[in-house]
């Protein structure tokens, strides 16, 4: 898997990425690509560039350089909105909800703008988390943090998304949460959803991903399958502090 | 007991036209975080363009409703406009950069419509419908107030419907909370702060148009609102819409009854006064929720 | 007095400043001898051409004033041109923009003395303007004729040598128009309605010190001093209706007025009004929009003012540089002042500042002005003017309303008792204003 050649097939395909805000450069030439189906964990310490990646591939940070292709479609000039609508949906850190809309307000922000024609509806996100249909009627801001990055996730996939990221979906997540979500992302994966998501902490990431890459001062440093990412050795070079 | 009622009630109609600048003014910052110092020039403009429009399709019932309409969407388009040439431009930068630049429109408006309309005061005609006065209390209320209140109270509760039951109202709240997560859902967030702008505009447009039957519109109508509404809403809460509701009655109530003892050279005394309590005991306004 | 000898000695005692006057008034001899004309004394003018500047609000809040006052200014001195200037010069005027603003209107003045030293300054609507002004044109030595701001100041407090006012006064008018009210008969119970400034203030205690002379049992009952700024009015006039005056009075004009008239009409009110219904407003307001009992007062009545012989020919001189355009009551002020000057100018024989101080100390003088003819300059340097109290009704002949043409014109003499300045200054009350540098 180390050396795989990037399928034609891929549904996200990032080749020399250089990332700025304003002046400062925090990606250099970053590659990548997920596959459909797959489930590619981008890892690295505090500060490495990995929101910074994600952001720029969605759009609100500004990629000097580099192309960005959803579906082998260019999408790398497109404003943030056209690259939901397009199938491309981010998950942002810190389980971000609308704070003053209710749950059912939050999935139909979301619901309908898509491009796409796609499988997602309220009541099908409500099928996969029983706990918001219960929620609908509680603002965002009444949530907990678990019940908000379910929320988050669930207004992504309402967005249609034929790529899906998150950026450490885990954070302050309780393990059981954590686990529940693990599953779920797996399982949309196995039904063809292509996920990229980043962790600091490995745990997570490595029990689900197909897929690992090692970023590094804004490069990515290292790629390769979970199973030899596991190596305690690997782990250390990128992840210790 | 009448002289308060009537003090009351006259405080209420100057409420209901403050009401409908402040509620577009605060909406503006809410989603669309820019302080529009120009949201005064957009009230004058609607003025003149309803007395230059009434002089063009009369005076009538309809006729007034004419003239008020299109001067509401003539200033609405004006304000989409706005949006997609200059703020666009500025929702990254620097506050101070805002400030000039609305500010700056705030000149080139007032520059404008000096050049078109001069320095003369102008008015329109009241139309028959609200002509003269109401007998109540034994005295004459002006019909027209009485109006007025009708259409501030309609604002209230078309601005609520908007708000709360459309799916525009929801996108709006949506970017109060959070602009970027707004994009990340896939909503057009530009084209949402152009119809928020100009549905902004079209609410002050429809004020100062509103006006015009009962006030003389001259230049200079556009700092003397804009200060009023600068007031109301940080006395209700930046960027609260039923903050500016309470904000409008508080100002426009407070500053009518005052009259009974103050002359109405105290006003901006007792509207300041108003102000600093409010902001003592609440500092973020009334309803103050944003930042 | 004092700033202007001191200024003279620093001028004096600076070595290069000697130099560069030596050299300058040498030059200046050569070019007199040479050309024949013998213009170096003070009170003459240079190079044949007697330099006018009128700083006057152009545009700014008002905008209105300023453009009547140049464009009159401007006419008046045509026509002395036409007659052959002023002590053989012609006179060539300059307009600046004082934008409403004292700052503003220093700066403009400052700027004008620097690059070309007037002989004389026409003045600005503003009081606060004209008064900042005047320091600095008494203080150069520029004679300085208010058409309109300034006023009661002029002839009080502020009042230096220099300093000329061309019309009546808000003081006067104050006088006038209690005098008017009381003799009416129809006002016991009084009320006030006027913006907070200096004029406001001024022409309301002038009405209530009247009003104690002719009227002492009068009751004063509701007072409304309004900020500039203000625009709604509707709870104003609800709170003067409850206190039930049978007469308001105020120097309201302009948009205020307008808004008021139509608020007083949607009541219904029979309360009579006298404000300063100014053409302008007259002409928004337009006819059959008029309250019942509606009155006025203001310095200038246009339609007699273009009656009087000076006052046609100005009208007539005026509409044909300005596309038939009549002139308002500021035209007809500012016009004033122009003649006012000029009249001086060729009693005392000369431009110069103390020379025009004196011809009008030594008293008789008069002029033919836009007012009538034989208007007397009085020793307080203030032409005696009148102030015109009445109706306003509905002028079939215009199309809009107007003064009615039994509206009564009051001389200052019949409202203020000799010796005008010292009764002015007993009277005195604000004269609170802001000053720029
Ligand atoms: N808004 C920003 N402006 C400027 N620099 C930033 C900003 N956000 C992050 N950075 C810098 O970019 C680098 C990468 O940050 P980030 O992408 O957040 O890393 P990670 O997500 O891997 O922890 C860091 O050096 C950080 O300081
Ligand atoms: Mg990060």
Redesign the interface.
């Known amino acids: 898997m180390t050396t795989a050649a990037y399928p034609v097939s891929a549904a996200l395909t990032v080749n020399n990425l250089d990332a700025f805000y304003g002046k400062c450069q925090v990606t250099f030439d970053a590659q990548l690509h997920v596959g459909r189906g797959e489930i590619v964990a981008l890892l690295g310490r505090n500060g490495a560039g990995k929101t910074t990646t994600l952001m720029a591939i969605?759009g609100?940070v500004t990629a000097r350089r580099g192309k960005v292709l959803l579906a082998g479609n260019e999408i790398a000039t497109a404003?943030?909105?056209r690259r939901?609508?397009a199938g491309l949906?981010?998950?942002?850190s810190g389980s971000?909800?609308?704070?003053?809309?209710t749950v059912l307000?939050?999935l139909?922000?979301?619901a309908g703008?898509?491009a796409r024609n796609g499988q997602w509806s309220i009541d099908k996100v409500f099928g996969l988390f029983p706990k918001l249909r219960q929620l609908a009627g509680s603002q965002?801001r009444q949530l907990s943090g678990g019940e908000r990055q379910m929320l988050a996730v669930g207004?992504?996939l309402?967005?249609q998304p034929e790529v899906l990221m998150l950026d450490e979906p885990s954070e302050g997540l309780a393990p059981l949460v954590v686990a529940e979500l693990g599953g779920m992302l797996r399982r949309l994966a196995d039904a063809g959803l292509a996920v990229l998501l980043t962790e600091q902490n490995h745990g997570l990431a490595l029990d689900i991903a197909d897929r690992v890459l090692f970023m590094e001062k804004g490069q990515i440093a290292w790629e390769g399958s979970a199973s030899e990412a596991k190596d305690p050795e690997v782990l250390g070079r990128y992840l210790s502090v | 007991m009448?002289?308060f009622l009537?003090?009351l009630l006259?405080?209420i109609?100057?409420a209901a036209?403050l009401f409908l600048v402040a509620s577009g003014f605060t909406l503006v910052f809410g989603a669309l975080r820019i302080i529009n110092f120009a949201h005064g020039s957009v009230y004058m403009l609607g003025a003149f363009l309803a007395t230059s429009i009434s002089d063009f399709v009369g005076t009538g019932n309809v006729s007034f409703w004419i003239s008020a309409l299109l001067a509401g969407f003539s200033v609405a388009a004006l304000g989409a406009l706005i949006e997609i040439v200059c703020l666009r431009r500025i929702y990254h930068r620097d506050v101070a950069i805002q400030l000039l630049v609305t500010f700056g429109l705030v000149m080139i408006i007032g520059g404008l419509v000096?050049g078109i309309w001069g320095?003369?005061?102008?008015?329109t005609?009241?139309p028959p419908l609200f002509?003269?006065?109401v007998p109540m209390l034994g005295?004459?209320?002006?019909?027209?107030?009485l109006f007025l209140i009708c259409v501030g109270s309609a604002a209230v509760i078309a601005l609520w419907l908007i708000m709360y039951q459309t799916?525009l109202g929801?996108?709006i709240?949506?970017a109060?909370?959070?602009r970027?997560?707004?994009?990340?859902?896939?909503?057009?967030?530009?084209l949402l702060f152009t119809a928020v702008f100009s549905l902004g505009a079209f609410f002050a447009g429809i004020a100062g148009a509103l006006?015009t039957?009962?006030?003389?519109?001259?230049?200079?109508?556009d700092?003397?609102?804009i200060?009023k509404a600068v007031v109301v809403v940080v006395i209700g809460g930046l960027g609260s819409i039923g903050g500016a509701l309470v904000g409008s009655l508080m100002v426009g109530v407070a500053?009518?009854i005052a009259?009974?003892w103050l002359?109405?050279?105290w006003?901006?005394i007792v509207v300041f006064g108003l102000l600093v309590t409010v902001l003592a005991i609440s500092p973020q306004g009334l309803f103050g929720?944003v930042r | 007095m004092k700033m202007f000898r001191s200024s003279v000695r620093d001028w004096r005692t600076s070595r290069s400043m000697r130099t560069v006057l030596g050299s300058f008034t040498l030059g200046l001899m050569g070019a007199a001898f040479s050309s024949g004309i013998a213009s170096a004394e003070t009170g003459g003018c240079v190079n044949g051409e007697a330099q006018a500047l009128i700083v006057s609000d152009v545009?700014g809040?008002?905008?209105?004033l300023g453009?009547s006052q140049s464009t009159a200014t401007q006419t008046v001195i045509d026509l002395i041109n036409k007659d052959g200037g002023l002590l053989g010069c012609k006179v060539k005027l300059t307009i600046k923009d004082e934008q409403l603003d004292p700052a503003v209107a220093v700066r403009e003045l400052k700027k004008a003395i620097a690059t070309n030293k007037p002989n004389v300054v026409f003045g600005p609507t503003l009081s606060s303007s004209m008064l900042s002004m005047a320091k600095i044109t008494n203080a150069q030595g520029i004679p300085l004729f208010s058409g309109e701001g300034g006023d009661a100041q002029f002839v009080m407090d502020a009042r230096e040598p220099g300093n000329y006012m061309a019309i009546s006064t808000l003081y006067q008018d104050g006088r006038a128009a209690a005098k008017y009210l009381v003799e009416s008969g129809k006002c016991k119970r009084y009320g006030f309605l006027y913006p907070?400034i200096v004029a406001g203030r001024d022409i309301v205690s002038a009405f209530r010190g009247q009003l104690a002379e002719s009227q002492p049992d009068a009751q004063i009952v509701v007072?409304?001093?309004?900020?500039l700024?203000?625009?709604?009015?509707?709870?104003?006039i609800?709170?003067i209706?409850?206190k039930s005056p049978d007469c308001v009075f105020g120097n309201l004009l302009?948009?205020?007025?307008?808004?008021v008239y139509?608020?007083w009409?949607?009541?219904?009110l029979d309360i009579l009004t006298m404000f300063y219904p100014d053409t302008?407003?007259l002409?928004?307001?337009?006819n059959g929009?008029l309250p019942a009992n509606t009155y006025g007062v203001m310095r200038a009545n246009v339609k007699t003012m273009a009656a009087t012989p000076v006052g046609r020919e100005f009208t007539e001189a005026y509409k044909a540089a300005n596309n038939g355009a009549a002139p308002d009551e500021w035209a007809y002020a500012a016009a004033s002042a122009v003649q006012m000057w000029a009249s001086m100018v060729k009693a005392a024989g000369s431009f110069d500042y103390n020379a025009l101080d004196t011809a009008a100390k030594k008293g008789g003088l008069t002029f033919d002005s836009v007012y009538g003819d034989g208007v007397e300059i009085m020793p307080n340097h203030q032409a005696n003017a009148w102030s015109n109290v009445g109706p306003v009704v509905d002028d079939s002949e215009l199309g809009h309303p107007y003064w009615s043409s039994d509206s009564k014109a009051m001389w200052t003499k019949d409202v203020i008792p000799q010796p005008l300045y010292e009764a002015i200054l007993s009277g005195k009350t604000s004269t609170r204003w802001t000053s720029a540098q």
Not at chain 1, 96 to 101: M, Q, T, V, Y
Not at chain 2, 139 to 145: E, Q
């Open positions: 969605a609100f404003p943030a909105f939901v609508r949906s981010l998950v942002p971000r909800s609308l704070g003053s809309l307000e939050n139909q922000t979301s703008v898509s965002g207004r992504a309402l967005s | 009448n002289e009537l003090q006259s405080g109609s100057a036209v000096r320095s003369a005061p102008r008015q005609a009241m002509d003269g006065g005295t004459y209320f002006p019909t027209y107030s799916s929801r996108l709240r949506g109060v909370d959070d970027q997560l707004l994009e990340m859902a896939g909503v057009n967030v530009p006006v039957p009962q006030q003389t519109i001259s230049v200079g109508l700092l003397d609102v200060v500053s009518s009259l009974i002359p109405p050279s006003s901006l929720k | 545009s809040r008002l905008g209105v453009p907070d007072d409304q001093p309004y900020n700024q203000n625009k709604d009015f509707g709870a104003i609800q709170a209706s409850s302009g948009p205020d007025l307008g808004s139509k608020i009409n949607q009541r219904k302008a407003t002409k928004a307001v337009g929009n």
